[in-house]
């Protein structure tokens, strides 16, 4: 019911009205997702509820928006999962995190050859090892991946169903996800 505005570089929010209900400040860094928008105060992320009134202390290098009732968070350079009340649910323990979708998420995980892309269920347990260049959110059950160079998509039990050939994917969409193809 809120939507975010931009007046002089600020952002702040108005609601279906055009009512101004936050006003703009340097501190807002994204728009709400279920129910919370991320804010920056002294180089540290918190989030506020529809109000303004800030319910999770800024205290994080790093944050996403919420997700499936988590968002990922960063502290002391490692990536966990907090809840709507603020408790760490998935401690920090990633090198990288992206929100969840579809039940899952992808992190970024130290392997011994090097970092690689997994996913992890809502329990912070890696159900799709880590072994992927690149990772992307499910949508409609499949999720693109790195596999050397190329771009490939993924079922939610790890397996390659569309075969890795292209130069980029994204996530799919009533039925499609925009590739890219190179030229011979």
Do not use: C
């Not at 007046?7 to 709400?32: A, L, Y």
């Not at 009134?53 to 968070?73: C, D, K, Q, R, T």
Request: no cysteine; proline share 4%; glycine share 12%.
């Amino acid at each position: 019911g809120l939507a975010n505005v931009e007046v002089n570089h600020q952002q702040g929010f108005i609601d279906k009205t055009g009512k101004v209900v936050i006003e703009p400040n340097s501190e807002i860094v994204g728009e709400f997702a279920e129910g919370l928008a991320r804010v920056k105060i002294s180089g540290k992320q918190g989030y506020i509820d529809k109000t303004g009134v800030m319910v999770i202390e800024h205290n994080y290098h790093h944050a996403w928006s919420f997700s499936e009732g988590l968002a990922p968070v960063e502290e002391d350079g490692q990536w966990g999962y907090i809840d709507k009340a603020g408790n760490m649910v998935i401690k920090p323990q990633f090198l990288n995190a992206d929100r969840f979708s579809e039940g899952l998420a992808y992190v970024l995980v130290r392997t011994r050859l090097g970092p690689k892309w997994g996913y992890i269920d809502k329990t912070g347990n890696l159900v799709i090892d880590a072994q992927f260049a690149g990772a992307g959110t499910f949508s409609q059950g499949l999720a693109p991946v790195k596999v050397d160079r190329k771009y490939g998509y993924i079922d939610k039990a790890g397996k390659v169903v569309i075969k890795p050939a292209y130069t980029e994917a994204m996530s799919f969409s009533d039925g499609l996800a925009p590739v890219g193809i190179s030229n011979p």
